[in-house]
């Protein structure tokens, strides 16, 4: 029997890779002839690099880079096993998880140090990237990001504009002559699951903005300061970014790139799945058994055990879904796409355990899970 392990994080508890580990030594627990194959998976957002790298045997570097309020910081950037493509998780530099409630500020936060990774990379001799842009602490429409690749962003008097969205509606004029050529010699493959436009009522600002600390007052100013920059670039580019889907994915960064870069937008899953040749590797295999911390009616809305059931439907191999909660009213509709669903908290093991001993937890309902698969 060859069983693919393939699960999310439980964010909170357990990285991909330490989830797919524990299923795999519970599955071997219970029969150790069983083949396991662990390909743990992410969906774009915090906590992709390291499934990617896990699964081609990939490596990282580290870099000193800044913080969106412009703390030094030292992260990290991978290269996949081919030695070609470069992985940045704008999360790593850029993120909200890097900030303290109190520190949230909208109006400083810069997408600056994803800008140094990438500039990084670029040094050092990648052309190929995947990036993956969720959870940014930002809504600077990726001027930092652009930034550190050499545009400046001016007011009326020829003066740079500070770093963050308040700035920008001091904008007069964009200098793109020293952005760095290299970006036009490259490839970036960018990991975005929301198609929301850069302004309007659903853009970057009324959306994401109140989690990264716009409050009421803020956002339609900060709406406006991104017109004011989607008005400058579409004078220079000739593209558009106001209504254009993708654009205001992580305060924006995602026009940045439709913008200025040679760029796929690709669902999350997909980008993950294709880095780690997911469909070949899946083949021949009995079952799949994936994961997450919570599953609720937000899995169908593109998060990794959805790609990955999908991906196995193709195959008609069978997926297994063991999840840190489950939630009850969702259960009919992931009944759909899931040979099975199990819930680590359920009546027996509440929430509040499940999360403070993770591993233990899930080993537990992993052997009940095979056991059961072993019967059929």
């Given at each position: 029997?060859?069983?693919?392990?393939s699960p999310d994080s439980f964010k909170g508890s357990l990285t991909a890779t330490e989830v797919a580990q524990q299923i795999g030594g519970s599955i071997k627990e219970i029969n150790a002839s069983i083949e396991t194959?662990?390909?743990?998976?992410?969906?774009?957002?915090?906590?992709?690099?390291?499934?990617?790298?896990?699964?081609?045997?990939?490596?990282?570097?580290?870099?000193?880079?800044?913080?969106?309020?412009?703390?030094?910081?030292?992260?990290?950037?991978?290269?996949?096993?081919?030695?070609?493509?470069?992985?940045?998780?704008?999360?790593?530099?850029?993120?909200?998880?890097?900030?303290?409630?109190?520190?949230?500020?909208?109006?400083?936060?810069?997408?600056?140090?994803?800008?140094?990774?990438?500039?990084?990379?670029?040094?050092?001799?990648?052309?190929?990237?995947?990036?993956?842009?969720?959870?940014?602490?930002?809504?600077?429409?990726?001027?930092?990001?652009?930034?550190?690749l050499g545009m400046k962003f001016q007011d009326q008097v020829g003066h740079e504009l500070s770093q963050g969205a308040e700035s920008l509606s001091n904008l007069y004029e964009i200098d793109i002559s020293q952005f760095?050529?290299?970006?036009?010699?490259?490839?970036?493959?960018?990991?975005?699951?929301?198609?929301?436009?850069?302004?309007?009522?659903?853009?970057?600002?009324?959306?994401?903005?109140?989690?990264?600390?716009?409050?009421?007052?803020?956002?339609?100013?900060?709406?406006?300061?991104?017109?004011?920059?989607?008005?400058?670039?579409?004078?220079?580019?000739?593209?558009?970014?106001?209504?254009?889907?993708?654009?205001?994915?992580?305060g924006g960064i995602g026009g940045a790139f439709l913008a200025f870069f040679p760029v796929e937008l690709k669902p999350g899953i997909e980008v993950v799945m294709e880095a780690i040749n997911f469909r070949e590797q899946?083949?021949?295999?009995?079952?799949?058994?994936?994961?997450?911390?919570?599953?609720?009616?937000?899995?169908?809305?593109?998060?990794?055990?959805?790609?990955?059931?999908?991906?196995?439907?193709?195959?008609?191999?069978?997926?297994?879904?063991?999840?840190?909660?489950?939630?009850?009213?969702?259960?009919?509709?992931?009944?759909?796409?899931?040979?099975?669903?199990?819930?680590?908290?359920?009546?027996?093991?509440?929430?509040?355990?499940?999360?403070?001993?993770?591993?233990?937890?899930?080993?537990?309902?992993?052997?009940?899970?095979?056991?059961?698969?072993?019967?059929?």
């Amino acid at each position: 029997m060859k069983i693919v392990v393939s699960p999310d994080s439980f964010k909170g508890s357990l990285t991909a890779t330490e989830v797919a580990q524990q299923i795999g030594g519970s599955i071997k627990e219970i029969n150790a002839s069983i083949e396991t194959v662990l390909l743990p998976v992410a969906d774009g957002g915090e906590g992709t690099l390291e499934p990617l790298i896990v699964a081609t045997g990939g490596r990282t570097i580290f870099v000193d880079v800044h913080d969106p309020i412009g703390r030094p910081i030292r992260v990290e950037y991978g290269v996949l096993g081919d030695g070609e493509t470069c992985v940045i998780e704008m999360a790593k530099a850029s993120g909200l998880t890097l900030l303290q409630e109190h520190e949230k500020n909208p109006l400083i936060a810069s997408t600056y140090g994803t800008g140094e990774l990438i500039l990084h990379a670029l040094d050092n001799g990648f052309r190929k990237f995947v990036v993956g842009i969720g959870g940014s602490a930002t809504n600077d429409g990726g001027t930092g990001m652009l930034r550190a690749l050499g545009m400046k962003f001016q007011d009326q008097v020829g003066h740079e504009l500070s770093q963050g969205a308040e700035s920008l509606s001091n904008l007069y004029e964009i200098d793109i002559s020293q952005f760095d050529p290299r970006i036009a010699e490259a490839h970036f493959v960018i990991a975005c699951d929301v198609d929301n436009p850069f302004v309007g009522p659903n853009g970057a600002t009324a959306i994401f903005g109140p989690q990264k600390g716009v409050i009421a007052e803020l956002v339609e100013p900060l709406d406006r300061n991104l017109e004011i920059l989607a008005n400058e670039i579409e004078s220079i580019t000739g593209i558009s970014l106001h209504n254009l889907e993708g654009a205001g994915a992580a305060g924006g960064i995602g026009g940045a790139f439709l913008a200025f870069f040679p760029v796929e937008l690709k669902p999350g899953i997909e980008v993950v799945m294709e880095a780690i040749n997911f469909r070949e590797q899946i083949k021949g295999a009995d079952f799949i058994i994936t994961g997450e911390g919570k599953s609720d009616s937000q899995t169908l809305s593109g998060k990794a055990p959805l790609g990955v059931a999908n991906a196995a439907k193709e195959q008609n191999i069978p997926v297994v879904l063991i999840s840190g909660y489950i939630e009850p009213k969702s259960m009919l509709n992931l009944s759909s796409y899931f040979h099975l669903l199990v819930s680590v908290a359920d009546g027996t093991i509440s929430q509040e355990e499940s999360i403070g001993n993770a591993a233990h937890y899930l080993g537990i309902r992993t052997k009940e899970t095979m056991e059961k698969l072993l019967k059929l």
